[in-house]
């Protein structure tokens, strides 16, 4: 009872610090539009600055655009599966004990089979190489290390997508410096700073929005990273623990002192003092 509690709160505590920095973010966003619009009007500022960040309909809004949505799907699912309650439910670790405790190997197998938990998919491989303890420690280390795999590989690409942010970002940037300076140039050099700080701020707008995808998808990297590692290492030292309850009996030693060739004698048997040897006949 006080693991599940332990659990159940720690999977809490994680939910309300991610609200916390989602609602940071926005509040500090919506603060400083405010700010910024004192003396002019937020509500006018406000619009300005969502039709600069997103007036940009351009190859590079759209890749970040999908990218965004692509990203908020992957936190929400690691989030989700990546949790004691999901890897590692007590119910199956325990259903898993009564089994071997109760020598139903036969239903354990069944049982193994079809749970998707990760101590069920460590110890199904072992239990089909039974009796051989050997091979059934080596099958359910490389399932452990498949599972942990596929786990590390399906929040890589979080990683990947927040690598990604800031170069997408900067590769806009860079485009809409060199339109806006073209765009001088061909006006033989009387634009007016007006129109020339117009477009960079056009062009800076895609590295804002490269730095929103990236911050959220990093963070949410390196705290699932970690959540998936102490996972797997409880899941493995749980499955550990069950694969040795099933662990087959050993072969008994030799007896202490015994030569290799040479018979030990049964119990009870009457051990015989050698005959003497016949003394020569005496000669004529």
């Known amino acids: 009872m006080s693991r599940r509690r332990s659990s159940y709160a720690s999977s809490k505590l994680r939910i309300g610090l991610l609200a916390a920095m989602l609602g940071a973010v926005l509040f500090a966003g919506v603060s400083w539009a405010q700010e910024t619009g004192q003396g002019g009007g937020s509500t006018a500022v406000k619009s300005t600055l969502t039709s600069v960040i997103l007036g940009q309909k351009d190859p590079i809004f759209f890749i970040i655009a999908i990218l965004s949505v692509v990203g908020l799907t992957l936190i929400i699912q690691g989030f989700i599966k990546n949790r004691s309650a999901v890897m590692l439910p007590e119910s199956s670790t325990n259903t898993i004990r009564d089994m071997i405790q109760n020598k139903r190997f036969k239903e354990l197998i069944e049982f193994t089979e079809t749970d998707p938990s990760f101590v069920s998919k460590a110890l199904n491989p072992a239990l089909k190489r039974a009796p051989s303890f050997s091979s059934m420690k ?139 040897a016949p003394s020569p006949a005496p000669q004529a």
Request: net charge neutral; with cysteine.
């Open 138 to 276: 080596e099958a359910m280390e490389t399932a452990i290390g498949e599972q942990t795999a596929e786990r590390f590989r399906s929040i890589e690409y979080l990683n990947i997508i927040g690598n990604l942010g800031p170069l997408l970002g900067l590769t806009g940037t860079v485009l809409g410096m060199i339109e806006a300076f073209n765009a001088m140039n061909n006006a033989g050099g009387t634009a007016s700073p007006g129109d020339l700080a117009g477009g960079i701020s056009r062009a800076l707008a895609h590295t804002f929005l490269g730095l929103f995808l990236a911050v959220p998808c990093l963070a949410c990297f390196g705290i699932l990273r970690t959540m998936v590692d102490r996972l797997t290492v409880r899941g493995a030292l749980v499955a550990e623990e069950l694969l040795l309850m099933i662990k087959p009996a050993e072969a008994k030693p030799a007896a202490a002192g015994a030569r290799p060739g040479v018979v030990a004698p049964q119990p009870g048997a009457v051990r015989k003092a050698p005959m003497p």
